[in-house]
């Protein structure tokens, strides 16, 4: 089955780029979505299709997809960023969802 | 608004089975595959399955294949989950979410509050 990878944890200081990188086979070729979740909360999507945001999404989130890696960025972090991310992707060949192992992004 | 509203924390023994609801509303209900997703203390999102609210159709990841059972009564807009012989390991937080489809692209919006489900002899 597809398998999507994220690192553990990535730390970051208020003002500063939160990159989270989510690595899978060939992930250029799928849709690749990212949830944001708040501890103690329901997953919340911030990004979908790779690159769109939802209404009420700041502009400060981005993301892009290239060869085996997707990318989560976060410019100009905030405290309020402070939250764990996932990737997740639809595995067309079972119909199948999977998500990444998640990233838990620390403000300092 | 769209929402999607589960019912409360439920304590099992082991061996026993619980049944998960989830209250949809702010949209047609028939329209839109729902699917299950747990997290286990501490750990990741794990999905679980979905559920055709038209056809009833379900399909179910591996891993619960044999042990999970998905419903839905289009009458009062619900869907429900069924998890079967229970064990310490299925102790988690249960999602309900509504699958948004484009062309190739299927994500998860919105997300219902969570439902925790404790098996503890």
């Known amino acids: 089955s597809y398998v999507l990878t994220q690192p553990p944890s990535v730390s970051v200081a208020p003002g500063q780029t939160a990159t989270v990188p989510c690595g899978g086979n060939n992930i250029v070729s799928k849709s690749v979505h990212w949830y944001r979740q708040m501890p103690g909360q329901a997953p919340v999507l911030v990004l979908y299709d790779n690159s769109d945001r939802p209404s009420g999404i700041p502009e400060r989130i981005s993301g892009a997809t290239s060869g085996n890696t997707a990318t989560l960025t976060i410019t100009r972090v905030e405290a309020g960023d402070e939250a764990d991310y996932y990737c997740?992707?639809?595995?067309?060949?079972?119909?199948?969802?999977?998500f990444g192992t998640g990233t838990k992004v620390t403000v300092l | 608004q769209v929402q999607l509203v589960q019912s409360g924390a439920e304590v099992k023994k082991p061996g026993a089975s619980v049944r998960v609801s989830c209250k949809a509303s702010g949209y047609t209900f028939n329209e839109f595959y729902l699917n299950w997703v747990r997290q286990a203390p501490g750990q990741g999102l794990e999905w679980m399955g979905w559920i055709n609210p038209n056809s009833g159709g379900t399909d179910f990841s591996p891993k619960f294949q044999g042990r999970v059972t998905m419903t839905r009564d289009t009458s009062i807009t619900t869907a429900y989950l069924e998890l079967h012989r229970l064990t310490s390991d299925d102790t988690a937080v249960y999602y309900c979410?509504?699958?948004?489809?484009?062309?190739?692209?299927?994500?998860?919006?919105?997300w219902g509050q969570g439902t925790l489900v404790t098996v503890s002899s």
């Open positions: 979410a509504r699958t948004w489809q484009l062309a190739a692209a299927r994500w998860f919006d919105p």
């Open positions: 997740q992707v639809w595995d067309s060949s079972t119909d199948h969802y999977v």
